[in-house]
């Protein structure tokens, strides 16, 4: 039931927001000071909005499981509309080419996961510590658990 209803709730925000993945935890300290590693990250991803420089987006690079934060330093207009764009992590002394698939220079809007709207300040940090810490997630785990059992009427 428990489950059920979190499945619900995250595909209606998916329907809301537009994204695959509406929430999102910063995992690096690649975009301080505007975001720190840990902070909790609400996105949406309507796709009749134009990406501008300045905007901080959420981005795939294929072959890698795990989303970026960081924010689009320029925008490249071809003349047929299509836009590509280029990222930077506030808190990196270069663009983020070097992590894009080699040979690719510019990301563009199918690469974007979501762009952040607001965020919740370290409240992500219980999944960066379950990640970093196995036993912690196994002790978190464990404890839900006994608070099920105990809790049921």
Known sequence: MI???????????MVVTGSESPIVVVLSGSMEPAFHRGDLLFLTNRIEDP???????????????????????????KQNGDIKFLTKGDNNAVDD?????????????KDVV?????FVPYIGIVTILMNDYPKFKYAV?????????????
Do not use: D, N
């Open 114 to 118: 979501g762009r952040a709207r607001g």
């Open 97 to 109: 080419r070097g992590l894009y698939k080699q040979g690719q220079h510019w990301l563009e809007k």
């Open 51 to 77: 990406i501008r420089v300045g905007e901080i987006v959420v981005f795939r690079i294929e072959g890698r499981e795990i989303p970026i934060v960081h924010r689009v330093l320029k925008i490249h207009e």
């Open 3 to 13: 489950v059920s209803s979190a499945l619900m709730i995250w595909k209606g925000l």
């Open 141 to 153: 785990l464990f404890l839900l658990g006994l608070f099920v059992l105990v809790h049921r009427e």
